[in-house]
């Protein structure tokens, strides 16, 4: 089936540091890829997506590009703001309506 | 109002209680969703519903009711319900054409305490 494995957090760093959090997944055939943000007390937000293999996804300072070789859709951010303190969802969608997630990672932006 | 409205935002109820979780979405989307975020656990789908129909049901107690009158609107009816019940239940919406690539928006969620 289809699975989709995310770093553990918390992740804690400082504002202006670089972000990097690994989202690999396991699917049959060729699923969209996706990143969803949850900050504290909201539902989550559709940070960006991508659908095809090298597509790059890109909002608010933050991308991942689609790797098929190493089945992979690692979310980067250059410089993370203490606004940036949410929970990151990486989720896979192959046919059908099904939305597989991640686990979360939590992270902590620091002034 | 637009996007995904969900209501209430917060719920406590006892375990005889009967109560209804009400979601509308305004982005004229054909299939919703209910998931269940509990404390460190993945998000887990509940049910699908695509074009008022439902499509899928993964193995949810019968203590949980959906009921989708409209393209708009899904309601989540609950009754005798348990302790590890309570969680932040989520209602999502996307417009399904069958290809897979369909992005899906999420409410604000509705935050349940069972007592």
């Known amino acids: 089936g289809n699975s989709v494995t995310q770093m553990e957090g918390p992740v804690t760093l400082s504002e202006e540091a670089f972000l990097t959090i690994n989202c690999t997944y396991t699917?049959?055939?060729?699923?969209?890829l996706f990143w969803y943000v949850q900050y504290p007390g909201e539902g989550l937000q559709l940070l960006l997506k991508a659908t095809k293999a090298d597509d790059k996804g890109s909002n608010k300072g933050f991308e991942a590009t689609y790797r098929k070789e190493t089945t992979s859709f690692h979310l980067e951010k250059g410089s993370v703001q203490v606004s940036d303190s949410a929970v990151y969802f990486c989720a896979l969608k192959a046919a059908g309506n099904k939305l597989t997630f991640g686990g979360g990672t939590r992270v902590l932006v620091k002034p | 109002e637009t996007g995904v409205t969900q209501t209430p935002r917060h719920l406590v109820m006892g375990m005889t209680n009967k109560k209804s979780l009400k979601c509308e979405q305004h982005l004229g989307h054909n299939a919703m969703y209910w998931y269940k975020q509990s404390a460190k656990k993945p998000l887990e789908l509940m049910f699908v519903?695509?074009?008022?129909?439902?499509?899928e049901n993964n193995s949810v107690p019968s203590r949980f009711s959906p009921e989708c009158p409209n393209s708009s609107h899904l309601f989540l009816h609950l009754h005798t319900l348990q302790p590890e019940d309570s969680a932040l239940y989520l209602c999502?919406?996307?417009?399904?054409?069958?290809?897979?690539?369909?992005?899906?928006?999420f409410g604000p969620g509705t935050r349940l305490l069972v007592l």
């Open positions: 699917a049959t055939g060729y699923p969209s």
């Open positions: 519903y695509s074009l008022e129909e439902r499509v």
């Open positions: 999502a919406s996307s417009q399904d054409t069958g290809q897979g690539q369909e992005t899906q928006y």
